[in-house]
């Protein structure tokens, strides 16, 4: 449990750390540009390939993906919640589509991942990367191309349906980088020293940029802007009431391993998504509301870890 918190706390030193080199003038909007685009472009894409190619064997793969159906049909049923819950609080046109995603998915690698082993040890990484597949499948296609919609909403642009536009917005290098992984695993391709190393010093760049992005993110905002009104609000009710609950209540009818079933219901209540500033700022969505949102979901996280432990245990 202190691990858990000591995580959460060098995620906030990071933060800040760009928050005060901004306030330093060393970054600025163009820094936090070019930071965003390495992350989504190169960092990410290469993290999700490694993910998928050293963390999991063929043969742990297939034994596992019997359980998906669990985390899979949550985060189905956590969305369609939140179209509804999106229309009861009538969260405004424009911020609609990242109220859904931050709603949905969570932060299942950044700190769920340390987290989890930080509270069931090493024994806990395979079914945390289970919820792992299921959240970025969703994050990385029907989640990028509702940021995207934002932007074209808030501008009175109908979305395109195109199968153009459905491959070149929806297969995001991110994904790309994710499924890429994936046939990579399956296939069992060795993954030759040199591209592995490659892979490892670009992808480490993920979570330290991404990290300073939203520090300076925070600072342009202003800490006095950041805002818990009543759309940041139904995110955290998405993030620490909805999706857990849903996974518990669905365990009833999908029975799993006690084990996996928790790690499913921590995986479930993380925080937002570490990339969605980033993103927000990428596709013009409301980089305010995704900001405030993130801040708030880390900070409330402190107070809720204790509460899921005691569901827990």
Known sequence: MLEAYLNILVIFAVMLVGYVLTWRKWFDNHIADVFSKLVLNIALPL???????????????LELFRGILLPALSIVITY???IGYAKLIRVPIGRQGAFKVMFTASNTIFMGLPV???VFGEKAIPYALLYYICNTTFFFTIGIYLI???????????????FRFIVRK????????????????????????????????????TTPLSLFVIGIIIYQTG???LTLDKDTIGVLVGRYLVSPLVIILLSKVIPVPTLMLNVFILQSAMPVQNSMPILAKGYGADETFVTS???????????????????IY
């Not at 074209?152 to 395109?160: D, E, G, I, V, Y």
């Not at 890429?180 to 490892?200: K, S, T, V």
């Not at 900070?299 to 509460?307: A, C, E, Q, R, T």
């Open 170 to 205: 929806l297969l995001s290098p991110a994904l790309l980088g994710f499924f890429i992984g994936l046939c990579w695993m399956l296939l069992e391709i060795p993954l030759a020293a040199p591209l592995r190393d490659f892979a490892h010093y670009l992808s480490q760049l």
């Open 293 to 311: 949102s993130l801040v708030y979901s880390i900070v409330g996280y402190l107070f809720v870890i204790l509460v899921l432990l005691q569901v």
């Open 148 to 162: 995207q919609r934002d932007n074209l909403t808030a501008h009175h642009t109908p979305p395109s349906f195109s």
């Open 223 to 225: 800490l006095k802007n």
């Open 80 to 82: 369609l919640i939140s």
């Open 116 to 118: 989890n082993i930080a």
């Open 47 to 61: 993290n999700m390939f490694l993910n998928m190619t050293e963390r999991f064997t063929k043969a742990e793969f």
